[in-house]
Every structure is written in structure tokens, then in C-alpha cells.
């Protein structure tokens, strides 16, 4: 039995089985994959934020802006490539920094997805949602409009300034350390809502925050779908929603009439202290709890929530939802601990396309290729960040 000749080259995608058949519910079938790239001297990076850095700490904002213009020129390439294989949307796009010997490379890879029965005359939409958490949107009533990102690279300064350096050595908050924190961490979520208002959308969702070292200096970067919601009152073009709930979550919210309405966060940083460092080690060689640190520990998670709470209370939540608290280790006894979580309103008119997720909208996929012999120094170009 001979093959039939094919009149077309196989389309070469990063989308998974489970992605295509959720895409294909909302009529989208799959494109080609995209990819976009930038390489940056390591040298000049680190020069820039070597000498900006500063003694009170805070941004680094030509480092800021080195970085924002990296990410947005791989991000920019890669719709290049996009509307020369005529896609109408983009999605599942990642925006990850490669360390190279020397060089730092911007890479953003997607894959493009077409209209069924529509030739693509111009790219519609760009997302950082994959084919199933696209599909959980499309049916909670979001259409995606465009890839966003907000950044910041800051440094917590030599030593943190004179005055946090002095407190670390008692015990408790560290103020200094705290406002600093708080300021940048809230910067990179006032500029993805920006970069969503100048998209034209009401909405941010599905975002996700990465914090990147780069020697004595970090990046905290967020990234999302800006999107519409014609549920969503005139306030809200303005202001737009940013949510950090997973896209399985948003729908299950939306169809029980919540909207996520505000990305919520808190900081704290507190200093073991000097006294409480030297009772902790000496009991630490016994056996049994260590108060002072339990104490401290409890206290720092505690005024990290009390502030996510306020951030709640200036956008009128209902209720704050999926809290998480990160904790990170500064040094010098200092430690970091973040709440995140996403505040929601009750909402009327809420509603989902179908009663019930497809199975193929919540199955993880597996890896089917192991290599446990060697590190690989490559990335998955299927799945980019999506399980980092």
C-alpha cells in the first residue's frame, strides 16, 4: 500500500495532545513553533549593576531596564517568526534567561495556533498560557489580547544600609530591609498591570513570579495574559484585575460567581538577632524546640499576612485566596518572608461556558524522554517554563 503524496509540510508544534484537544473545543488547531532570542554580554550586566549599586539598597533601574529590553527584543522576534508562519495567536510564550559562558541569552519561544476555517490574515493574540489553561479562560469569559511582563532588579545594598545593619543586631523586623522589599516586589506587579493597560486590557491572569539571582543582585519578574473580561466593570480598564491563581482555579471561582480582582502581596524581613543567634546555636546542641526561633519564625509569617491584609482591604476583597508564604534566606541571619495570594470579589452576571472542565484541561503531562546520565544543557522548547 503506497503512502498518498502530501501537499503540505508537517507542522512542527510544541503543543502537547492534551493542548490540541482543548485548542480544538474552541476552535483553534496547531501551528508551527516560534522562538525569539536575544544574547547580552554577561560583563555589561553585571558592570551596570555593580556600579549602581547603591548603600540603602532598592532598584537597580538600568539594570531594570537592560533586562525589560532583552526580554523585549527575544519577545519581539518571536512574533517575527510568528506572522511569517501566519499565525493567528500565540500561545503557551515563555521569556527565560539563559546563562551562556560570557553571555546571557533572552529566549521566548511559543507555539502558534490557527483559526479553523479563517486564513490568518494578522496575529490576533499573543499568551503566556499553554492550550489547556488558554482553554480554562476562553470558557470562564477572558479573551487574551497579549503577552505581558513587569520587572525589577534590585539589591538589598552593602550591607543593607547603616541603620539595618546596626538593628540586625537585635532581634525582630528590620524596617529598612522590609520597605525595600515590599517597594520592588510591588513594582514588578505595577508595571505588568501598566503594560496590560496600554495593551487595552482589563485584566491580567495566570501570573506567574520568578525571583533570578545575578550575583549580589536579583531580578523579580511576573508574567501573564492581559486580557478582557466584559464582565468586569468600566473601573477595571483603567485599574486592570491581576490574578496569580492557577487557570483551573480562576474557572472554578468564576463558575461559582467570584472574580479575581487583585494580586495581593506582603513582606517582612526580620534579623535573628545577635543575642537570639548565639542562644539558638548553643540549644541547637540539645535536644527539643528552640523558642526564640519558633517565636521569631511565627511572628515574621504573621506580619507578612497582616500586610497582604491591607493590600486586601484598599481593593475591597470579598476574601483572599491561595495565600502562599516564601521564605528566603538574606544572610547574616537576616530572612525574607513573602505571603502572595489573589483577592476576589462577588460578582453578578458570572458565568462559564460549560458546567465542567474536560479531563484533558487538568491532565499534566509526563515526560517521556529521561536522561539521567548528564545534565542536559538545553531546554525543553515543548514545554519552557511551564514546570519550572
Known sequence: MQLENRTRAPIMTGLSGNEMFCLNKKGLRAGELVIGNSVFSLGLILGIGSSFRTLAGGEVTHLTELIHDGRQASYERLL?????????????????????????EFLSIGSCVHREGAPSERLEFTSSADGQELYCQLDCGFHPIKFVFGN???????????????RSLARGEVP???????????????????????????AVVGITTSIIPFRGMQEMVMIGTASRH????????????????????????????????????????????????????????????????????????????????KDAVSCNADDVVGIK???????????????????VQKMDGLKTDHDHLPAQAIIRDKDTFLNTAEKTMGKDLNRGQKDG
Do not use: C
Open 230 to 309: 466584559d464582565s468586569l466593570p468600566p473601573a477595571f480598564s483603567k485599574t486592570p484585575i491581576t490574578s496569580d491563581l492557577t487557570n483551573e482555579e480562576m474557572w472554578n471561582l468564576i463558575h461559582m460567581g467570584y472574580m479575581p480582582i487583585q494580586l495581593v502581596l506582603g513582606v517582612s524581613v526580620y534579623s535573628v538577632g545577635f543575642v537570639g543567634g548565639v542562644s539558638a546555636f548553643l540549644k541547637s546542641f540539645g535536644r527539643g524546640e528552640i523558642p526564640e526561633l519558633t517565636t521569631l519564625i511565627y511572628e515574621a509569617r504573621e506580619n507578612a499576612i497582616d500586610k497582604l491584609m
Open 152 to 166: 525589577v532588579a534590585y539589591s538589598i545594598g552593602i550591607g543593607g544600609g547603616i541603620a539595618g545593619a546596626f
Open 325 to 343: 508564604v516564601y521564605v528566603y534566606q538574606l544572610g547574616s541571619g537576616i530572612i525574607e518572608f513573602m505571603a502572595v495570594g489573589t483577592a
Open 176 to 202: 529598612e530591609y522590609s520597605e525595600i522589599f515590599n517597594k520592588t516586589r510591588h513594582l514588578a506587579l505595577e508595571r505588568i498591570t501598566k503594560e496590560a493597560h496600554e495593551a487595552g486590557g482589563n
Open 80 to 104: 517575527a517568526h510568528a506572522e511569517v508562519r501566519r499565525g493567528s495567536g500565540i500561545t503557551g510564550v515563555t521569556n527565560e534567561l539563559i546563562l551562556h559562558p560570557g553571555t546571557i
